[in-house]
């Protein structure tokens, strides 16, 4: 299973950016999906997922209402639409996929596969 997340850029304070992460290899809906940042000197952090079957989502407190998780099963991807960007959104963004839960992890330890990470930068 390979994971390949892309959709990052430069965008303003209050901006919008979509990223993608397309899975090959396997079907993304028989994986557990995740979104993970990781800030300069800071410990990569969870931002949002979504269980095996997509009816169940997790967002991150900071994030929360701000950004969205979702999938798109024809073409096997997953999405996190990000609104109101703000500069502490900057960071290197990871999705990640399991399939041995039946739940929606948010410990990076629980996630098999992983993308090679896709830069986002909000500026002030």
């Known amino acids: 299973v390979q994971l390949q997340a892309s959709g990052g850029g430069l965008v303003h304070t209050g901006g919008p950016l979509r990223l993608s992460c397309a899975v090959s290899g396997g079907t993304s809906s028989s994986y557990a999906m995740g979104w993970f940042r990781q800030a300069p000197g800071k410990m990569r952090e969870f931002v949002a997922g979504?269980?095996?079957?997509?009816?169940?989502?997790r967002y991150a407190d900071s994030v929360k209402g701000r950004f969205t998780i979702s999938r798109d099963s024809a073409k096997n991807t997953v999405y996190l639409q990000m609104n109101t960007l703000k500069p502490e959104d900057t960071a290197v963004y990871y999705c990640?996929?399991?399939?041995?839960?039946?739940?929606?992890?948010?410990?990076?330890?629980?996630?098999?596969?992983w993308g090679q990470g896709t830069l986002v930068t909000v500026s002030s």
């Open positions: 979504t269980s095996r079957t997509g009816g169940a989502t």
């Open positions: 990640a996929a399991d399939f041995r839960t039946s739940g929606l992890p948010i410990s990076s330890y629980a996630y098999l596969y």
